[in-house]
């Protein structure tokens, strides 16, 4: 017997900021003004509409910056632009060095 299963249909909705979609982020539209966020297929928050538009550009920035982007692309944009290479620190020592 063979390990495969094919769980569905599932309906939800695709989400999108300036005109994209936003990666790993599905929502399922509820009645009485409420909206179910799931963030990839694992993680759920219900919030009502008004609340979900303001944060929802908070959540497509956040994927876009863990995704190695400087944020989710704007609508007149033709690609999302890559944050440039993460510098090396150094601890600072004052006076005469560490102690």
Excluded at 1 to 6: E, L, R, S, Y
Excluded at 22 to 34: E, Q, R, T
Aim: charged share 25%.
């Amino acid at each position: 017997m063979a390990d495969v299963n094919f769980v569905g249909p599932f309906e939800s909705w695709r989400v999108v900021v300036k005109g994209r979609q936003v990666p790993f982020l599905s929502a399922d539209v509820h009645n009485g003004g409420k909206v179910e966020l799931t963030l990839d297929d694992r993680i759920a928050l219900t919030l009502d509409v008004v609340t979900a538009e303001e944060v929802v550009p908070f959540i497509a920035d956040a994927i876009a910056i863990a995704l190695g982007y400087t944020c989710h692309p704007a609508e007149d944009w033709d690609a999302p632009k890559p944050l440039p290479l993460m510098k090396r620190l150094r601890p600072l020592y004052l006076e005469d060095g560490p102690r």
